[in-house]
């Protein structure tokens, strides 16, 4: 089945602890990218890949780190998490530059 | 002013009414065009996705682009209590960067 994973689904940590959120597709698809979405703004890219080693900043990077080791995996890194930071994340892969998205199914991160 | 705005909603309706969700867009550079449906606790999935101006109809849904007043509509026609949910419009200039709106949630009353 063709699909994004994301993991965890859920998770509660305090400030200042380092996390990932992993992400993965069985695509093969080149581009793929991060977002949040906070309750009346909507999702808002945080960084984007358009391939392997090839990765750029979206709308709000800041706090964030991002890296394309490989072509299905594209993790996400808090280094050092803050209460803003707490949202509802999702990670999305697409064959090519069109508006095609596949989602995941989102991770919550609350920051204490 | 936002880039991308969005009425909120929330919008009920009847089943088996039309309905039209709007976008408004201040960037003239964005081309790409996507309508996207998001259940609750469940990631988006796209619904209509249209490359510069003018009509796209699946099925129920029909995708309207006006980029000279920088105007999208999507339009659902016999509408169904599985259209419950929240519709995202988003854009894109050279399809890497997307823009979303915030989003109308929708709810279908049988």
């Known amino acids: 089945e063709a699909q994004v994973t994301q993991n965890p689904r859920y998770l509660i940590t305090v400030t200042g602890k380092k996390l990932t959120v992993t992400c993965s597709q069985n695509?093969?698809?080149?581009?793929m990218s991060w977002y949040r979405q906070d309750p009346g703004l909507g999702l808002r890219q945080i960084y984007y890949?358009?391939?392997?080693?090839?990765?750029d900043k979206g709308d709000v990077p800041e706090g964030y780190k991002v890296s394309r080791k490989e072509k299905r995996n594209f993790p996400l890194i808090l280094e050092s998490p803050s209460p803003n930071q707490t949202s509802l994340y999702f990670c999305?892969?697409?064959?090519?530059?069109?508006?095609?998205?596949?989602f995941g199914e989102g991770s919550r991160l609350t920051v204490l | 002013q936002k880039e991308v705005e969005q009425d909120p909603g929330p919008l009920s309706v009847p089943e088996g009414a039309i309905v039209s969700l709007n976008c408004t867009y201040s960037n003239s550079a964005f081309q790409y065009f996507m309508w996207y449906r998001q259940y609750s606790r469940k990631g988006p999935e796209l619904l209509m996705y249209t490359y510069s101006s003018g009509n796209k109809e699946d099925g129920r849904f029909t995708a309207q682009v006006d980029k000279s007043s920088k105007y999208i509509s999507l339009f659902i026609r016999d509408s169904q209590p599985s259209d419950s949910a929240t519709y995202l419009c988003?854009?894109?200039?050279?399809?890497?960067?997307?823009?979303f709106g915030p989003g109308t949630r929708l709810s279908v009353l049988p």
């Open positions: 890949s358009m391939n392997v080693e090839v990765t």
């Open positions: 988003a854009m894109s200039a050279r399809g890497q960067n997307f823009v």
């Open positions: 695509m093969n698809h080149e581009y």
């Open positions: 999305a892969s697409s064959p090519g530059r069109t508006g095609e998205l596949f």
